[in-house]
């Protein structure tokens, strides 16, 4: 499926699936037995988020950028606003999954969002991912036969037991930056704030860098033992990544510059006029 059949299948389900809430409930079964077992996990357009990002190369002990290098694409279509990584599937016949192997999903505890919540879709139009604006539909292809199965969930049910409450957490602030409205508005990032971005969410060894490595810290407020925790937590940093794009990309007050530093600058202003 090409980006523009996605987005076409996109604004159908938000036109005409029935939208369902976390009460809303379907039937549904994955298991080793089932005739199609593996059968999804190939030819498929598997978008990465920042959170799915970190957990994969923990899991498979790389560093973010030889991660994203060797397991993902960054098609950067003209209608996009941000860059979002794709998984890269395999060059074999059947475009297979990196990570699927004769038992199933080799990850499987660190496997991305869209796998783990799978039958289950989020609506994420611009027009419905504000709080209490989303609903969820259920994806009912013909080649998975985990719908015939007896087991019934509500969709909450069905999200506990694939432990996506991080992952959504890491979804909400991510929406604080694609959503804003400044980029909702229409109104594009520079290519230096898009590489900003990217770093900040996506290269999180990249930003451990830029963090320690240049004179943030000299500049801006964070507290000594939050800062040693970014040295090593990254979660943590990946938090902090979302906290500071909000005031590195849209000027919100979410980060505290020194006062010696803004005295400095009010100084070359000064100087300038
Ligand atoms: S990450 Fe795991 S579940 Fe997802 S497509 Fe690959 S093998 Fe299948
Ligand atoms: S096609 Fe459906 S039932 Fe079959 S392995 Fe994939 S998710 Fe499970």
């Given amino acids: 499926m090409d980006r523009s059949d996605a987005q076409g299948l996109e604004d159908q389900i938000l036109k005409d699936a029935p939208r369902l809430s976390l009460a809303s409930r ?8 089932i005739s199609c077992f ?12 920042p959170y799915d990002v970190l957990r994969l190369r923990r899991r498979l002990g790389l560093g973010s950028q030889d991660f994203l290098a060797t397991h ?8 996009q606003t941000l860059p979002i990584p794709l998984l890269k599937m395999r060059e074999d016949a059947k475009k297979s999954c990196p990570f699927v192997g004769p038992e199933g999903c ?10 783990r919540v799978y039958p289950v879709g989020v609506a994420s139009s611009h027009t419905v991912s504000r709080p209490g604006e989303e609903f969820y539909f259920i994806l009912d292809e013909p080649q998975c036969h985990g719908h015939k199965e007896e087991r019934e969930w509500s969709v909450g049910d069905w999200f506990r037991d694939q432990c996506v409450e991080q992952y959504h957490e890491f979804g909400d602030l991510m929406k604080e930056v694609t959503l ?17 971005y990217f770093m900040a969410t996506y290269e999180l060894d990249r930003f451990r860098r ?13 507290a000594r033992d939050y800062a040693d925790k970014l ?16 005031f590195a990309l849209f000027g919100e007050h979410t980060m505290q510059v020194k ?8 100084a070359e202003l000064a100087a300038r006029q």
């Fill in 210 to 222: 830029f963090v320690f490595e240049s004179r943030f810290l000299d500049c801006y407020e964070v």
């Fill in 72 to 79: 993902t694409l960054l098609p950067f279509a003209k209608t």
């Fill in 180 to 196: 804003h409205p400044r980029l909702t508005s229409g109104k594009p990032l520079e290519p230096k704030q898009i590489e900003l």
């Fill in 106 to 115: 080799t990850v499987y505890e660190d496997r991305p969002w869209p796998c």
């Fill in 26 to 33: 379907f039937r549904f079964a994955c298991h080793p037995g």
């Fill in 231 to 246: 040295r090593s937590d990254d979660e943590e940093l990946l938090r902090f990544g979302f906290t500071w794009l909000r």
């Fill in 38 to 49: 593996n059968a999804c996990c190939g030819d498929v357009n598997i978008v990465l988020t």
């Fill in 259 to 266: 006062p010696e530093v803004l005295e400095a600058k009010r």
